[in-house]
Structure formats: structure tokens, C-alpha cells
């Protein structure tokens, strides 16, 4: 049993995530599909091909993932899901993608709680010091968080 994996996002997000899930994982082109939502492109038509895509996938199971909440691709999204065989997680990132398709051979309900651990962990403050030759900001600068000179 796998899971298979549906990326629906604003072009060309979606076929960029997926050349990079590809370019880690070699062998997952089979079950990660991509569908770009084109600007101007009526909501009826998107669903038709994304109807299209989950169908040839032919998975038991699907992750789709879209990039934002209450856009086009996450409301065409929540059109195709069922609950059952299907399942959506909105703000799809790249350690988001590269987790679940790691896990795909689990079964859907822990890929998906999978790639959304994956998705937050991927999102972090780094630390940085300050370049060479520049002095630090002063603790009395108003903005502390603003780091630029």
C-alpha cells in the first residue's frame, strides 16, 4: 500500500516542488503528480484536470497538498478530497513535500500527520551573525528584529 502524492498550486509552484522531490528522490515520479492553477483559469476547469491527475495516479491512497489556504488550488482541493481515500494539508513547503514522500508507504493517516511535522519543523528563525567588518545594531535601536543597515 502507498500513498501517492498531488501537488495543486499557483504556476509553476507546483511542477517546481515536484522537479525538487524528484531531484531528491529519484524514484517517486510515479506517484507525485503536479498541477500548476494558471492565472484566469475558471475553477471548473482546474477541478476537471485535477479529477484527471488523481485518477492516473491510481493510488489507494492521496496526499494532496496545496500552497495557500482559501485560494483557488486549496478551494479546488477541498472539492476533490474525500476524507476517506483522499486527504488535503494547505501551505505545502518543500520539507513538507520531501517528508511525505519518504513516508508514502505508510498508510495516509501518517503520512499526513508526517508531512505537517515535517512542514513546521521546516520552517525556523536561523541565527546570524554579523558580517565581517560591520559593527552590531545598538541594544537602544527601536527594532531589534530589523537587522538590515
Known amino acids: 500500500m502507498s500513498t501517492s502524492i ?8 507546483a511542477h517546481a516542488l515536484r522537479e525538487c522531490a524528484l531531484h531528491v528522490f529519484a524514484d517517486c515520479g510515479d506517484s507525485v503528480a503536479a498541477l500548476d492553477v494558471q492565472p484566469n483559469e475558471r475553477p471548473e ?4 484536470q485535477a479529477q484527471i491527475l488523481l485518477d492516473q495516479l491510481g493510488a489507494d491512497s492521496t496526499l494532496v ?6 485560494a483557488t488550488p486549496c478551494n479546488v482541493a477541498q472539492r476533490l478530497v474525500d476524507g ?5 494539508v494547505t501551505g505545502v513547503n518543500l520539507p513538507m513535500l520531501l517528508r511525505a514522500v519518504s513516508y508514502r508507504a505508510e498508510p495516509l ?3 499526513v500527520t508526517r508531512a505537517v511535522v515535517g512542514g513546521t519543523q521546516g520552517v525556523m528563525q536561523v541565527a546570524i551573525a554579523a ?4 559593527s552590531r545594531r545598538n541594544r537602544h535601536d527601536q527594532d531589534s528584529y530589523d537587522h538590515q543597515q
Open 109 to 111: 493517516d501518517s503520512v
Open 84 to 88: 476517506v481515500r483522499s486527504r488535503l
Open 65 to 70: 497538498l496545496t500552497d495557500v489556504f482559501g
Open 131 to 134: 558580517p565581517q567588518n560591520q
Open 6 to 13: 498531488l501537488l495543486i498550486a499557483h504556476a509553476p509552484l
Open 45 to 48: 476547469e482546474t477541478l476537471a
